[in-house]
């Protein structure tokens, strides 16, 4: 499953007209609502086949497309958000889809929100792009450290590393 975003914008844009062609496919599709921090999430998750010779020609494995519709309602407000995926999953059900598409969502926002707010990765300063993967690599090793043998919470593991750092520097000679 990979997620089509502004980078691919003919196979978007194919994506975006074949949902707005047939918003509602029959049976294929699958709605998850809750309610948290006071917001009012709704998902719907539709999925296609792909008939169109062309895409399946250019993407290998292309088996069917998947649009995700996020609706978030909070104090009145409403926002909408389309996610458009591709698949070689053919047989796999919407639900299946629905839940792996949220479940990767969930890990993308901790690992992301921790190394942007913890670790400053978004305003390091560094323009060298290998630099910037090297240290990026070095921040992701630190923060599975941390949540992994100090702490689930990032601040606190942050703390703790840092009262204890000879303890640390001790366990990594031996």
């Known amino acids: 499953m990979l997620q089509i975003k502004g980078n691919q914008p003919k196979l978007l844009a194919r994506l975006q007209a074949r949902h707005a062609a047939a918003p509602e496919p029959a049976g294929a599709f699958y709605t998850y609502c809750e309610r948290r921090s006071g917001r009012l999430n709704y998902w719907k998750t539709s999925v ?24 978030v309602t909070y ?63 070095l921040n992701t090793l630190a923060l599975n450290y941390l949540l992994a043998n100090i702490s689930q919470s990032v601040s606190y593991a942050q703390i703790s590393f840092a009262q204890n750092i000879q303890e640390f520097l001790l366990n990594l000679r031996t």
């Open 75 to 137: 104090r009145g407000h409403t926002h909408e958000r389309w996610h458009f995926y591709r698949t070689s999953l053919a047989t796999l059900p919407v639900a299946a889809l629905a839940a792996g598409i949220r479940g990767h969502w969930g890990i993308e926002n901790k690992l992301h929100r921790a190394r942007d707010v913890q670790f400053n990765q978004d305003t390091n300063g560094i323009r060298h792009h290998v630099a910037a993967a090297n240290l990026a690599l």
């Open 48 to 71: 296609y086949d792909c008939p169109d010779p062309d895409l399946r020609a250019a993407w290998a494995g292309l088996a069917r497309c998947v649009v995700v519709v996020k609706t």
